[in-house]
């Protein structure tokens, strides 16, 4: 038996067996109302409002200390003999690498088909939204990490969960925080594998096949999937292995290097097409507030838009601060500023340059899609940019091939601290942990297993309910840790003393 005929035949048992579940699963999580003419999923919505809500209670805290969160990264407020593995820079390069991936590719193409060039505009302003609703959940994952005996650090909603429900709500929020921590925990671990790992590898192997010859090219067969899955997950293997640091040593190249070429393309088409901008930029505003041919009107648009930035910048969705947690400081808030600036790069800048490439460029294929044809994401995007760089598809393949590495890492470590949360941090529980993760990687070239990434998506979005619901009863916490930053941040700036014995040293500088 071919291996062909053996992974169809995977598929198809996998897909047989959890088809129901995972159909019933995404009916609940993703469930959505009749509004105005379009339907509206009630999970966009719990995000969208949690970022209103935050943005409020804080006082538009993403604009107002967008400048100190580049100088928190910057190094400037750097102390020596911070507990943590890493500094600002690394743990927010892991963090992005973990959400800037295909969905800003092949996701934004999707959203102006759907909801027309408007849903930019939405999708700007849930990152915005987005960015208050990160720095709440990052400052918890600081506050209530977690150091080991050998200094390594565990965070994340299977931590600030129940320490901070119990700290503010004694025995009862213990029980309650005990169990949305393994309920975090699974969901994140399932994500991780499926989503955060076996998607990834499987369509950048897709791209990849399609600029080598397609099936009948060098990787078409099942001997090239075989060889390119063995060769993601020898390179996962081998970085997952040191860690933490390890990770941000490679994410910290290559979020910088991915976002940087593939910025630069965008450049480029929309420097050739300048005079065209002018034009791009009024049918984004104008089709935000008077779009044509798109179901439910302006709220069609707005929907598209934001489930496209929700689904994209995982804000509120717990993920992110598993990374963030590591960071070198005495300051959750001081992490907490710094991830806000995470929705800005992968939202605001990442998709919005996707987006407003393709309005510019207007590929005919993306004037199919919006006619009603089955066309894929990443094939309006290569299309956009193929109209100035004929080449570009290679590039795009490089680019594809970078942001799933290092998402893959990213979720590897997610997943690493679910696992052990779950079932100990034994040496024999990790090193199980990491040959299943490497195993997935593999497979992912070679099957598709689509029903179990619906899955996953399902389960990601369920824990935004989890989290969400940690964040508003925890909120108290990150305005007293906001405020004690701050009054840190106005001594230092004085040159007057902390209290944590070590201002004279010269902070850490950090380059991007």
């Not at 999923?41 to 209670?57: D, K, N, S």
């Not at 990052?138 to 119990?166: A, C, F, N, Q, W």
């Not at 490497?438 to 989290?467: K, R």
Request: aromatic content about 10%.
């Amino acid at each position: 038996m071919s291996l062909d005929s053996v992974t169809q035949s995977v598929d198809e048992a996998v897909s047989g067996f959890f088809e129901p579940i995972a159909k019933w699963l995404g009916e609940v999580v993703f469930y959505t109302v009749p509004v105005a003419g379009t339907d509206l999923p009630l999970i966009v919505a719990w995000l969208v409002v949690a970022g209103l809500v935050f943005t409020g209670w804080f006082g538009l805290v993403q604009l107002r200390k967008f400048r100190l969160a580049i100088d928190v990264v910057r190094g400037k407020y750097d102390e020596k003999g911070s507990t943590g593995e890493v500094n600002h820079f690394q743990a927010l390069t892991a963090a992005v690498s973990g959400t800037v991936g295909l969905g800003n590719i092949a996701g934004v193409a999707v959203a102006v088909s759907i909801g027309g060039p408007g849903a930019t505009f939405w999708m700007i302003l849930c990152g915005l939204l987005g960015m208050a609703t990160k720095f709440v959940e990052v400052t918890l994952g600081v506050k209530y990490r977690e150091v080991h005996p050998d200094g390594t650090v565990s965070g994340g909603p299977m931590h600030y969960l129940p320490k901070g429900l119990s700290e503010r709500f004694g025995k009862n929020g213990k029980i309650l925080g005990k169990v949305l921590a393994v309920l975090a925990s699974f969901l994140i671990l399932f994500f991780g594998l499926f989503g955060g790992n076996l998607f990834q590898v499987n369509q950048s192997y897709a791209q990849l096949v399609s600029v080598t010859g397609g099936e009948d090219g060098a990787l078409g067969s099942s001997a090239g999937a075989l060889f390119f899955g063995i060769l993601i997950a020898a390179l996962v293997g081998v970085v997952l292995l040191g860690g933490i640091r390890s990770i941000a040593n490679v994410t910290s190249r290559l979020v910088p290097a991915m976002a940087g070429i593939y910025i630069v393309a965008c450049l480029i088409v929309i420097l050739v097409n300048i005079t065209a901008v002018p034009d791009a930029v009024t049918s984004i505003v104008e089709g935000a507030f008077n779009p044509e041919g798109v179901a439910g009107g302006v709220l069609g648009a707005l929907i598209i838009g934001f489930k496209r930035a929700a689904f994209s910048n995982e804000a509120g969705l717990g993920s992110a601060p598993i990374a963030h947690s590591a960071v070198k400081t005495k300051h959750p808030a001081s992490e907490g500023l710094v991830a806000l600036l995470e929705p800005f790069i992968d939202t605001v800048v990442v998709c919005t340059m996707t987006a407003l490439t393709i309005v510019i460029a207007n590929p005919a294929s993306w004037g199919e899609a919006r006619a009603g044809e089955d066309i894929g994401g990443v094939t309006i995007t290569s299309d956009a940019f193929e109209t100035v760089l004929p080449w570009f598809p290679y590039i795009l393949t490089v680019a594809v091939l970078l942001f799933a590495v290092s998402t893959v890492l990213t979720w590897g470590y997610y997943g690493l601290k679910s696992w052990t949360y779950l079932f100990g941090r034994s040496r024999a529980s990790e090193v199980t942990y990491k040959v299943v993760y490497t195993v997935f990687a593999v497979a992912g070239s070679l099957l598709t297993l689509q029903t179990l990434i619906d899955m996953a998506d399902a389960f990601l979005f369920t824990l935004a309910v989890i989290n969400i619901i940690g964040l508003y009863l925890l909120a108290p916490v990150v305005k007293r840790e906001l405020g004690t930053f701050l009054e840190f941040v106005r001594a230092r700036n004085a040159g007057r003393d902390t209290g944590d014995g070590d201002d004279d040293q010269e902070p850490v500088k950090t380059t991007a």
